[in-house]
């Protein structure tokens, strides 16, 4: 218990680092010399662009309840597996705002994996477009679409891909996944590198609490 909890607050800290090296400059450049390394296999390999589908929030959570649920009840249920990933991506959306990372350039996908990316994921800017077509009059809502959630750190993607399908993997195919994931969503414009490894400890944060087990009631039969 006391080895797993060190873990977790080493994953936070590693975490909460990145977050604050995330706007430096010497990151910066680091992060334009990979796009500019990767930028060419998304151009190259369109397939790339599957990652945000693979990684969107339905699909992922759809994961995660199958998971916390026990295999939909054939084992017992740890709904604190979902919690944890709820919280993930709530800190994910708050971190996104306030250090407000810009975006690199994006690698347009083809038309049918655009139509397929938009049905899989639900970003924030699809939400405020639904709420101004329920009331174009809201002034707020632009307002709210224009200045909230447009950084780019940490990766929503790879902190899903990590976490959802790490729950059925073991440490090493984890990594594995991890950089697959990374290498696309940079390869495709929608992060940057930084972004990924953000991404990444999050999910290895999350991962590791889920390990870290309450103490329960001790039961003496008598």
């Known amino acids: 218990m006391q080895r797993n909890n060190i873990r977790q607050l080493l994953w936070l800290t590693l975490f909460i680092v990145s977050m604050l090296l995330a706007p430096t400059y010497v990151v910066h450049l680091f992060n ?27 699909l992922t959570t759809l994961l995660v309840i199958y998971r916390a649920s026990g295999y939909f009840g054939r084992e017992p249920a740890r709904w604190r597996i979902l919690g944890i990933f709820i919280l993930g991506g709530i ?15 994006n690698v ?11 049905w899989t994921n639900i970003e924030p800017s699809t939400v405020f477009t639904w709420l101004r077509q329920l009331n174009p009059s809201t002034a707020g809502v632009h307002h709210l679409s224009s200045h909230l959630l447009r950084g780019s750190f940490p ?10 399908y790490g ?5 090493k195919w984890r990594l594995v996944i991890a950089g697959v994931a990374a290498f696309c969503v940079v390869a495709t414009g ?9 991404g990444f400890l999050l999910a290895s944060w999350g991962l590791e609490w889920r390990r870290t087990q309450p103490k329960g009631r001790v039961m003496v039969n008598g």
Do not use: N
């Open 32 to 58: 334009e010399r990979a796009s500019h390394d990767l930028e060419w296999w998304g151009h190259r390999y369109p397939v790339l662009q599957l990652i945000w589908v693979v990684g969107g929030l339905p």
């Open 91 to 105: 800190m994910e959306l708050v971190v996104k705002h306030f250090v407000a990372t810009p975006f690199p350039p």
């Open 108 to 118: 347009p996908p083809p038309t049918g994996y655009r139509q397929l990316i938009i």
């Open 155 to 164: 990766s929503g993607h790879v902190f899903r891909i990590t976490y959802a």
């Open 167 to 171: 729950l059925f993997l073991s440490s």
């Open 190 to 198: 929608g992060h940057w590198i930084w972004d990924a490894l953000g």
